[in-house]
């Protein structure tokens, strides 16, 4: 054993002596509990809004092997739906999430106290419960289809100092579904319609606008890009509403598809920004005059519980 090392030895065990002694003065515990020191201080800043972000790993290939539908698979993003559903109704303190494709955005307000706002606290729970949710609604969504292997979520938590720093980061996320999207929808008609390669199809899109792709589903597929479904075009918002069930309101989790890059978004759920209490839904202006599904089994449930009263 070489000098220096003997050294820093010795000082180990007079740090781990001390803390036993120290412990000895209050309560008992072992001479082992100085190890509990080392953990990281990792409270987030007061007065931020604190936004957790989970995406699938590897679900490119995870969507092949279950042979999700293309570009876009309804069955899977309403399961996706559904595990941000048990996300909020499990944080109460979540104004808001977002979710495409593979990922989910958590918005939790800027007052929260939750976990006494510890980062890594914060971060696991939500995205084991969101895997955990992902994986037992799997069969309510996807029906006889069988889950291959067990899918996992990476996440992680930024913080955003401003109102417009956050809207800045959702419209971001939305700005992104549109891109993808667009693309997506020429590309697969493109290899499924018209019979051309994966090469092809690329090659064919590469270099053109937003207004060349619209066109092009147009004349070529007779597709109006602006009436495919708005929850391909815009992505999944998620606000917790007061919603009229029978005879009762009760608070549910509503899924909302709407541009939330514009002011008039913010102006319709004032909440959000302003002091949160959770606002009214209004059943009857509802798109298209449907309920969604993520919804209606929500309202199904509370009907059941009403009755068996
Ligand atoms: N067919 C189909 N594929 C989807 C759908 N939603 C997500 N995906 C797939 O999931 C991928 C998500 O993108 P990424 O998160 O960038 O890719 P990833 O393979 O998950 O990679 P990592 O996140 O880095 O692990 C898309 O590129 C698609 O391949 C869907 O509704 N239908
Ligand atoms: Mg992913």
């Not at 890059?261 to 759920?269: E, Y």
């Amino acid at each position: 054993m070489n000098q220096s090392f003997k050294i820093l030895n010795f000082l180990n065990k007079q740090l781990q002596n001390k803390r036993f002694i120290n412990c000895l003065g209050s309560m008992a515990c072992s001479r082992y509990e100085y190890v509990k020191s080392y953990e990281k201080e990792d409270g987030i800043l007061p007065n931020v809004w604190i936004v957790v972000r989970v995406d699938g790993k590897g679900f490119h290939k995870f969507s092949k092997v279950h042979d999700f539908e293309k570009p876009n698979d309804e069955k899977a993003l309403n399961l996706m739906n559904n595990a941000a559903q048990t996300v909020m109704e499990e944080f109460r303190d979540i104004v808001l999430s977002y979710g495409q494709s593979d990922e989910y955005s958590f918005i939790f307000r800027k007052e929260t106290n939750v976990f006494n706002r510890r980062s890594a606290k914060l971060l696991s729970y939500v995205t084991s419960l969101f895997t955990s949710s992902y994986v037992m609604n799997w069969p309510n969504w996807m029906g006889d289809k069988k889950l291959q292997y067990p899918p996992c979520f990476d996440g992680r938590v930024v913080l955003y100092p401003s109102d417009q720093n956050l809207r800045d980061y959702l419209s971001w996320r939305q700005a992104d579904v549109h891109i993808n999207n667009l693309y997506n929808t020429a590309f697969w008609n493109l290899v499924l319609q018209a019979g051309l390669t994966n090469q092809e199809a690329e090659a064919e899109l590469r270099g053109t606008f937003s207004a060349d792709k619209n066109e092009l589903l147009f004349a070529r597929f007779g597709i109006n890009y602006n009436s495919l479904p708005a929850m391909f075009r815009k992505g999944t918002i998620l606000l917790r509403k007061r919603v009229q069930v029978t005879d009762s309101k009760r608070q549910l989790i509503v899924p909302i598809y709407d541009d939330l890059i514009r002011d008039k978004f913010w102006k319709t759920h004032p909440e959000l920004l302003g002091k949160y209490t959770p606002g009214e839904y209004d059943n009857e202006s509802a798109q298209n005059d449907m309920l969604p599904e993520l919804l209606t089994r929500q309202m199904g449930k509370v009907q059941i519980e009403l009755e068996s009263r």
